[in-house]
């Protein structure tokens, strides 16, 4: 089956600068791959998702990228406030498969 | 903005006891999700439901576990003999037609003493 890797684990970045976080998969069928966003005591809220006919795909300072032939993936955060601050999933699957998520990276935006 | 709903938002139950975890997935969706995470781990899938019936489930969702969909709006887990090493967060998701965007309720902490 899937399986997702994802790092760094934990991230801190000051107020303004990127953050990049990257995950790897495994499954070569895989098409979807979306972000979540997880702040404490919620659920994973969907940010921003890509299809694998797709290489790069930007909504304001979120942008995710792919690369098919060495299956990763990654997500940018551009000039990164202190609301940014929270847990990132990615996650991917193929079809009608179940969602396989990464471990998460904590991400700290320092102001 | 529809949404998906979970209730309660914390069940504390003793071991060995039934509980039943309840959502309200977006209305017009087809296909049914029920993920668990246990605290600082990753988000694991349980099982998946469409058309009535389970679609697919993991290892973990093994035969203490039951999903049920009793009408047209409700989605229950039920757990029947609580072990420990249930206690988790328990997230509902639901996906519509095409079933690739998976939008998830605020969950059910479920604490097993």
């Known amino acids: 089956g899937e399986n997702v890797e994802q790092h760094p684990s934990t991230l801190s970045v000051q107020e303004g600068d990127s953050a990049v976080i990257k995950c790897t998969y495994s499954?070569?069928?895989?098409?979807?791959f979306p972000w979540y966003k997880q702040e404490l005591g919620k659920g994973p809220q969907l940010i921003i998702d890509?299809?694998?006919?797709?290489g790069e795909k930007k909504d304001q300072r979120i942008a995710v990228t792919l690369n098919k032939t060495a299956k990763h993936f990654s997500l940018h955060i551009t000039e990164t406030q202190p609301e940014d601050s929270a847990v990132y999933f990615c996650?991917?699957?193929?079809?009608?498969?179940?969602?396989?998520f990464g471990k998460g990276t904590r991400l700290s935006v320092i102001a | 903005e529809p949404e998906v709903t979970q209730t309660p938002s914390h069940q504390v139950t003793q071991m060995g006891q039934e509980v039943i975890l309840r959502c309200v997935p977006i209305?017009?969706?087809?296909?049914f999700y029920w993920y668990r995470q246990i605290l600082g781990q990753k988000v694991e899938f349980l099982v998946s439901?469409?058309?009535?019936?389970?679609?697919?489930k993991s290892e973990i969702f093994d035969d203490q576990f039951s999903v049920e969909r009793p009408d047209g709006s409700n989605f229950t887990l039920k757990i029947r003999s609580t072990k420990l090493e249930d206690s988790a967060m328990y997230f509902c998701?639901?996906?519509?037609?095409?079933?690739?965007?998976?939008?998830f309720g605020q969950g059910t902490r479920l604490t097993v003493v």
């Open positions: 499954d070569s069928a895989s098409n979807y």
């Open positions: 890509i299809r694998s006919n797709v």
């Open positions: 209305s017009n969706h087809l296909y």
């Open positions: 998701a639901s996906s519509g037609l095409r079933n690739t965007e998976a939008f």
């Open positions: 996650a991917a699957k193929e079809g009608n498969t179940p969602l396989v």
């Open positions: 439901f469409y058309n009535n019936e389970i679609s697919e």
